[in-house]
């Protein structure tokens, strides 16, 4: 079965650190791919997404993440964490056009 | 302002007692869905409609029913709510599936004792 997994539960980092959140899937084809990002008590928003092309994707809020297909693994990075990035993060999978997989998310804690 | 509105968005109720959660965009969107927000589990498509009269089961749609008789609205409703639905809802909508960038309500938080 389709999964995907998020195997830090919880991150934590100082402001003006790199940061990389690691996403790893089980599926047999290339799927469509997905970060979301949910602040405390919002909906979630989307990062950023591959489709297909080029595996490195640029995203808002200068987020990147870069599909491995060898690893099965979409992991987002961003290369100086701010304040504001403290939230929830979601990889997500999808597969045909019916169903989206969320990975349990990764919350991140940014020290000042 | 393109947008998709839940409500209400808190809502505490008793076992059994029906209930509603209002869900509407203003986008077009053919495809809509909801999702079920716990800890630790991440969210969990409950049920889905590609269209207008269509709408298949997600992962978790034991105790749930939806209907979709408008493009823009999509209630989820609980027959018979009990205690293990108590959760943080939400509704989604996207041009055409999944597969598409999905734009999400701000959330519905439902307790039931």
């Known amino acids: 079965a389709q999964s995907v997994t998020q195997p830090d539960i919880h991150i934590t980092v100082s402001e003006g650190a790199s940061l990389e959140l690691r996403c790893n899937y089980s599926y047999g084809a290339t799927p469509y791919l997905f970060w979301y990002v949910q602040s405390p008590g919002q909906g979630l928003q989307l990062l950023l997404k591959?489709?297909?092309?080029?595996?490195l994707v640029q995203g808002i809020k200068g987020f990147e993440a870069e599909f491995k297909r060898s690893q099965s693994s979409f992991n987002l990075r961003k290369p100086s964490v701010h304040w504001s990035d403290a939230a929830e993060y979601f990889c997500a999978v999808g597969y045909n056009t019916d169903k989206l997989i969320f990975g349990t998310g990764t919350r991140l804690q940014v020290f000042p | 302002e393109a947008q998709v509105t839940q409500n209400p968005r808190y809502l505490i109720t008793v076992t059994g007692k029906k209930l509603t959660v209002t869900c509407s965009q203003n986008?077009?969107?053919?495809?809509m869905s909801w999702y079920r927000q716990d800890p630790g589990l991440g969210l969990r498509q409950i049920y889905y409609s590609m269209n207008v009269e269509v709408t298949d089961k997600g992962d978790v749609p034991e105790g749930y029913k939806v209907s979709r008789k408008e493009k823009r609205n999509f209630p989820l409703i609980l027959e018979s709510p009990s205690p293990n639905q108590t959760s943080l809802y939400f509704c989604?909508?996207?041009?055409?599936?999944?597969?598409?960038?999905?734009?999400f309500g701000p959330g519905t938080r439902l307790t039931v004792t």
């Open positions: 591959y489709f297909s092309g080029d595996t």
């Open positions: 986008m077009n969107h053919e495809y």
């Open positions: 989604a909508s996207s041009t055409a599936g999944a597969s598409y960038e999905q734009y």
